[in-house]
């Protein structure tokens, strides 16, 4: 009874195997993949607007909360699009692997025998004229591979067609092969350093950081970076932006020798697998904040981030030190402007006539509640409002408790930071595609047969195009011409 | 010459060759209309009549070709780069691949018959284009300025020209296939190639543009690499594009490995060419992302 079963498990296991590999399979497992990525393009994703997902949930909490359980807003992570390419890899391999080996051993072997009737065949021509020795000189010329056996001969050209397809289906596993070191050894996150500020690669410099699933914190590659300047061009009537260029000066370890280097949005820097890019910028106001002494309680640069293209930006401003605490809510406009339906806003993307728009709250910031907070948010449940003001340039406002000045400003900027290990193959993987896909697409593969008649006054010619390619009927056409001269 | 000078010129001339599909439009519907016209039994057709007007439509075809490439490049003068940086540009880049696409597969495969669906096609691409689409000429912002936009850019043009004329001749296909299972061909589509011709035309096609296609969304991951931080995002641009690939992945697999001809081949190859046009049409215009560089 045990053998049996056993036999019985192994049996299904080969026939489930066979079947995973088989060309319908793979097929159907190709379709499915792209059908699954309609979803993640239909639902907001957490990975790229994870914005959009909360309000998706504001709205339609019943929906949202089904739609989350299909994983309908994490669709590029999920165990089911998961495991469709994990089984469309295996069956590329397990289709692709046992080809490969048997090309391989095909090369070396000759052609196969001639078949007995050629007349079955198609472009089956007879001619009175001709001899091997013919024959075989052209196809020599024509780089034929043949198999000359006592009265016929067998040519077969266009070997690079499934060299070439062998070739695209490896590279397809070798670019998922990137793709999975990435996500396993990656890792990817964002800061915002103020102009003149110094960045070094530690965790704890991060705002947000996210690890692969087999990357720790250790291994951040020791570098560091100082924003010395940045500068935002813009197109005059539009306000459209047409350069970023931010000026850095890097270390390849902390404390080592400094370089000069630029950095643009479609030129990232790199330090060996680790690439920095520039994402976006913003400016951060510069105040300082007294109490009714005329001590100075806070004084220093607050990132607001953006909030239009002409770069209106807002942010928050909180003081613990002050008794009551104190904390303003903010708006930094780089090119003022005001009427009556938008209020203040922002003209230009460049600081040209800026303002700092302020309301100042009092009472308890909340900041020893346990809770995180937003930097960029004031929470005024527990706080009420003691004024509104826009400031000039170095103007001040005494709002009772204390004042604020405006004393100027700095620009910011995005630094994004990606670890991707996997990505050279990922790489050399699509190279290796596309060359494999040409080999394959443009080679004719086909078989030609040359046979002495019967009572030898002359040959029967056939061929066989795989996938009937045309051209074949023309090259026999040639050959019988060469045959008769 | 002034940046607005090219770009008036660019305009005009995307209104010479609009005049000029309009001519092969005619020129193409007299074609098929008379040849019908003196035929008593419907086998004979004369087609000598009406072989001249085919002629002069191919000409106002390679005419309106030029022109269009004209425009393309005085375009690209006026902003001081690359042609492709809003939806306007695609569509009249689009037709000109378009064209182009028709041009060669004119002078490869003899399919002068494509002449009226072509120019119809190319007429509401440019006519949508030029008012509703126009945007004035400007630069690009930062993350387009790239040699990778250029390349990824025109390769998917090029592909997109090839996809919708492979779409053509299957729908043509099908459309025959049709008529020929109730009974026979109305007298217009006689003359038309064989089924057989119009299924190995569609795969010939798609066989040509597969490489170019992947090409094009390869350099598209090279370019989000050096702009984004990464290859690959599954944005909805490059979601649908990978779906464009794997469909066309799929038409080839069902012919070369599973045999399909015919019917069932060529519904694949509309589905798989609608997948191009929603990626071109619906995510550049209502989808969200970073792609969306329609300018609207
Ligand atoms: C499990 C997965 C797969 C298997 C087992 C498989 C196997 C094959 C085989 C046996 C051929 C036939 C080659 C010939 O007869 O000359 C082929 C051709 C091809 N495959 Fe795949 N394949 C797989 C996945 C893919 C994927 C994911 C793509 C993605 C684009 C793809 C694209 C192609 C193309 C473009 C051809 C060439 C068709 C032609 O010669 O016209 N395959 N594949």
């Known amino acids: 009874m045990a053998i049996t079963s056993e036999l019985d498990t192994r049996s299904s296991l080969r026939w489930l195997w066979r079947q995973l590999t088989s060309m319908r399979t793979a097929l159907i497992l190709l379709l499915l993949l792209g059908l699954a990525a309609i979803p993640g393009s239909l639902f907001p994703q957490r990975s790229q607007n994870p914005l959009k997902v909360s309000d998706f949930f504001k709205s339609n909490p019943g929906t949202a909360k089904f739609l989350d359980q299909l994983n309908m807003f994490d669709v590029y992570s999920s165990p089911w699009f998961s495991s469709i390419y994990i089984l469309l890899f295996i069956s590329l391999i397990g289709c692709v692997l046992p080809r490969t080996f048997e090309h391989l051993k095909g090369i070396r072997a000759k052609p196969p025998l001639t078949p007995k009737n050629l007349n079955r065949m198609e472009f089956f021509t007879e001619s009175e004229f001709g001899s091997l020795d013919k024959a075989e000189a052209w196809f020599k010329k024509h780089h034929f591979r043949i198999r000359r056996d006592a009265n016929s001969i067998s040519a077969e050209k266009g070997f690079m067609r499934e060299t070439g397809n062998l070739l695209f ?81 890097v270390a390849n370890s902390v404390g080592g020798k400094e370089v000069s280097k630029v950095v643009r949005v479609n030129s990232p820097l790199t330090f060996g697998t680790t690439k920095v890019y520039l994402q976006a ?15 100075i309680k806070f004084q220093g640069t607050v990132i607001f981030l953006p909030q239009d293209g002409n770069l209106t930006s807002t942010g928050a401003i909180k003081v613990p030190d002050m008794k009551p605490q104190v904390g303003f809510v903010g708006s930094f406009i780089p090119t003022y402007a005001r009427n009556s339906v938008r209020g203040a806003f922002s003209t230009y993307p460049e600081v040209l006539d800026p303002r700092l728009l302020i309301s100042i709250w009092t009472g308890d910031l909340g900041l020893d509640s346990g809770i995180p907070q937003s930097v960029y948010r004031l929470d005024t449940s527990v706080m009420k409002r003691i004024g509104l003001e826009t400031l000039k340039l170095h103007e001040t406002n005494n709002f009772g408790e204390g004042s604020i000045t405006f004393e100027g400003w700095t620009p910011w900027v995005n630094l994004q930071i990606v670890k991707d290990p996997g990505k050279i193959y990922a790489l050399l993987g699509a190279i290796l595609a596309i060359l494999g896909l040409l080999a394959s697409l443009f080679t004719r593969s086909r078989r030609i047969w040359v046979k002495e008649n019967s009572n030898k006054t002359g040959v029967e010619v056939a061929g066989l195009a795989k996938n009937s390619t045309p051209g074949l009927e023309s090259e026999i056409d040639s050959l019988v011409k060469e045959m008769r001269e | 010459m002034t940046s607005t000078n090219y770009a008036y010129l660019s305009n005009y001339a995307i209104y010479s060759a609009m005049v000029l599909f309009t001519v092969a439009f005619f020129a193409h519907a007299i074609e098929v209309a008379f040849s019908l016209r003196n035929l008593e039994e419907k086998t004979k057709f004369d087609f000598s009549r009406t072989k001249r007007s085919g002629d002069i439509g191919t000409v106002m075809i390679v005419l309106a070709f030029v022109f269009l490439l004209a425009a393309v490049i005085f375009r690209g003068i006026s902003a001081h780069r690359v042609p492709w940086g809003n939806m306007y540009e695609f569509s009249i880049t689009g037709a000109l691949a378009f064209t182009g696409a028709y041009i060669f597969a004119l002078w490869k495969y003899k399919v002068r018959w494509l002449g009226l669906p072509v120019a119809i096609a190319v007429l509401l691409t440019l006519g949508t284009a030029i008012t509703i689409l126009y945007r004035p000429s400007a630069p690009l912002v930062p993350a387009l300025k790239s040699t990778w936009l250029a390349i990824h850019v025109s390769a998917a043009i090029v592909s997109g020209g090839v996809f919708l004329l492979a779409n053509c001749i299957a729908a043509t296909y099908l459309i025959l296939d049709r008529y020929e299972s109730k009974g026979g061909r109305p007298t217009w589509a006689l003359k038309l190639p064989t089924l057989e011709a119009l299924d190995q035309l569609t795969y010939r096609l798609v066989a040509f543009v597969f490489p170019l296609w992947t090409f094009a969304v390869i350099a598209g991951a090279i370019w989000a690499e050096s702009a984004w931080g990464r290859y690959w995002g599954w944005d909805p641009k490059e979601t649908w594009a990978f779906i464009t690939w794997v469909a066309y992945a799929a038409y080839l697999h069902a012919r070369v490995t599973v045999g399909w001809r015919g019917r069932k081949a060529a519904w694949l190859c509309l589905f798989a060419g609608s997948t191009f046009l929603f990626n071109y049409v619906y995510i550049n215009i209502w989808g969200t992302g970073k792609h969306t560089y329609s300018g609207l």
């Open chain 1, 281 to 295: 910028n913003g400016y951060s106001p510069l105040v300082t904040i007294r109490d009714k002494s005329g001590e």
């Open chain 1, 169 to 249: 289906h490896l590279s397809l596993i070798l670019i998922l092969v990137g793709v999975a070191l990435g996500s396993l050894f990656g890792m990817k996150g964002d800061a915002i350093i103020n102009v003149g500020e110094r960045f070094i690669n530690t965790p704890t410099s991060y705002d947000v950081i996210s690890y692969g699933k087999l990357q720790s914190e250790k291994s951040l590659s020791p570098f560091s970076i100082t924003a010395t300047d940045f500068k935002a061009s813009y197109e005059l009537k539009t306000g459209a932006p047409s350069d970023y260029k931010l000026t850095v000066n």
